[in-house]
T-cell receptor
Framework: EAQVTQNPRYLITVTGKKLTVTCSQN?????MSWYRQDPGLGLRQIYY???????DKGDVPEGYKVSRKEKRNFPLILESPSPNQTSLYFC?????????????FGPGTRLTVL | AQSVAQPEDQVNVAEGNPLTVKCTYS??????LFWYVQYPNRGLQFLLK??????LVKGSYGFEAEFNKSQTSFHLKKPSALVSDSALYFC????????????FGDGTTLTVKP
């Protein structure tokens, strides 16, 4: 079954404690992306990746890092989380080619930074 | 820079009535437009997209969207609403040159009442 998985699904942490949210896809997609969802602000893109070792900033990259060492995985790293990073995070894997061009979203990770 | 506007935070319709959720966009180049739906406590699911071709696009669950280039709009429609259509709907635009970069609207909450 084609899917995007994220872990953990829920996380409560404290300010400054480094954390990583993992994202994995089994569809062999080249493109992957991270978003955060906040009430009234919709989804805002944090980072995206076009292929292994190729990443670029989205609209709200401050305070986040990503890596793409292998095609299936695209972890989101918060080196020093702050309360304003409390949010719902979604990873997406993007099919391309022909007339596909669709984003497949993971189930989300709800992060609370105290 | 690309942008998407969903002018209505909330749309209320009665079951069986037609529904419209509005979206306008701004892009340089050809628009790649999408609608996604988010059911409560769930991730986002793809509904439909416009890349090229017919201005009326048909998608999942009986939804369709009309692309209007002169009005830069991409409104989501359904002829007969169901209570189960109640959800949060997002319009999105993809950069025509950079497939990884997407911008989402703030979302519109659709409530269908019996």
């Amino acid at each position: 079954e084609a899917q995007v998985t994220q872990n953990p699904r829920y996380l409560i942490t404290v300010t400054g404690k480094k954390l990583t949210v993992t994202c994995s896809q089994n569809m062999n997609h080249e493109y992957m992306s991270w978003y955060r969802q906040d009430p009234g602000l919709g989804l805002r893109q944090i980072y995206y990746s076009m292929n292994v070792e190729v990443t670029d900033k989205g609209d709200v990259p401050e305070g986040y890092k990503v890596s793409r060492k292998e095609k299936r995985n695209f972890p989101l790293i918060l080196e020093s989380p702050s309360p304003n990073q409390t949010s719902l995070y979604f990873c997406a894997s993007i099919s391309r080619g022909g007339r596909t061009d669709t984003q497949y979203f993971g189930p989300g990770t709800r992060l609370t930074v105290l | 820079a690309q942008s998407v506007a969903q002018p209505e935070d909330q749309v209320n319709v009665a079951e069986g009535n037609p529904l419209t959720v509005k979206c306008t966009y701004s892009v340089s180049g050809n628009p790649y437009l999408f609608w996604y739906v988010q059911y409560p406590n769930r991730g986002l699911q793809f509904l439909l997209k416009y890349i090229t071709g017919d201005n009326l696009v048909k998608g999942s669950y009986g939804f369709e969207a009309e692309f209007n280039k002169s009005q830069t709009s991409f409104h989501l429609k359904k002829p007969s609403a169901l209570v189960s259509d109640s959800a949060l709907y997002f319009c999105a635009v993809r950069d025509s040159q950079d497939a990884g970069k997407s911008t989402f609207g703030d979302g519109t909450t659709l409530t269908v009442k019996p």
